[in-house]
Antibody, heavy 111, light 112 residues
Framework: QVQLKESGPGLVQPSQTLSLTCTVS????????VHWVRQPPGKGLEWMGV???????DYNSALKPRLSISRDTSKSQVFLTMNSLQTEDTGIYYC?????WGQGTLVTVSS | DVVMTQTPVSLSVAIGQPASISCKSS???????????LNWLLQRPGQSPKRLIY???KLDSGIPDRFSGSGSETDFTLKISRVEADDLGVYYC?????????FGSGTKLEIK
């Protein structure tokens, strides 16, 4: 069945770079788009970007200078990299394919 | 960016009673394909979001037909015909027509 699972460091220091992995199963990344969405504690959802089945990407313009999404189709993994992290970037990060969502991974930006 | 305005912010509904949530977009969500990419999601406490409805009115697999979506252009509605205890949580609308995709601010449904 379709599954997505996020993984990452948990704690990142301010000004450092965040690297997250979304490992998928039950489908091919060359056939489906995968989105990243985040949620600050106690707040709403923010769309971050997408990697299309063809490999192209689109980003939230507010994050675009800091954000990169890539993939390794052979490993069924999608990567999110975001630099210059600030405390406002603290939250749960989800990867998503349509109706399917990962469990999310909590990222805390703190020294 | 397209602004998605959701109302009400919260609502308290008794079991068995209907509920309705509105979502208005700052511009038309009809895409160049003619499709309208408007989704509704439910986030239960402590859980990931769950998509209920896509393309305005299509129910996702396993979603009971107590849920329905309607609307067009800039004005959309999610209706629950008879609220059940399991329906509590925060409901979000999401537009996927324009970039960046944008969410409504959420509607918290409580059981009275």
């Amino acid at each position: 069945q379709v599954q997505l699972k996020e993984s990452g460091p948990g704690l990142v220091q301010p000004s450092q770079t965040l690297s997250l992995t979304c490992t998928v199963s039950g489908f091919s990344l060359t056939s489906y788009n995968v989105h990243w969405v985040r949620q600050p504690p106690g707040k709403g959802l923010e769309w971050m970007g997408v990697i299309w089945s063809g490999g192209n990407t689109d980003y939230n313009s507010a994050l675009k200078p800091r954000l990169s999404i890539s993939r390794d189709t052979s490993k069924s993994q999608v990567f999110l990299t975001m630099n210059s992290l600030q405390t406002e970037d603290t939250g749960i990060y989800y990867c998503n394919r349509g109706a399917y969502w990962g469990q999310g991974t909590l990222v805390t930006v703190s020294s | 960016d397209v602004v998605m305005t959701q109302t009400p912010v919260s609502l308290s509904v008794a079991i068995g009673q209907p509920a309705s949530i509105s979502c208005k977009s700052s511009q038309s969500l009809v895409g160049t394909s003619g499709k309208t990419y408007l989704n509704w999601l439910l986030q239960r406490p402590g859980q990931s979001p769950k998509r209920l409805i896509y393309l305005v009115s299509k129910l996702d697999s396993g979603i009971p037909d107590r849920f329905s979506g309607s609307g067009s252009e800039t004005d959309f509605t999610l209706k629950i015909s008879r609220v059940e205890a399991d329906d509590l949580g925060v409901y979000y609308c999401l537009q996927g027509t324009h970039f960046p995709h944008t969410f409504g601010s959420g509607t918290k449904l409580e059981i009275k």
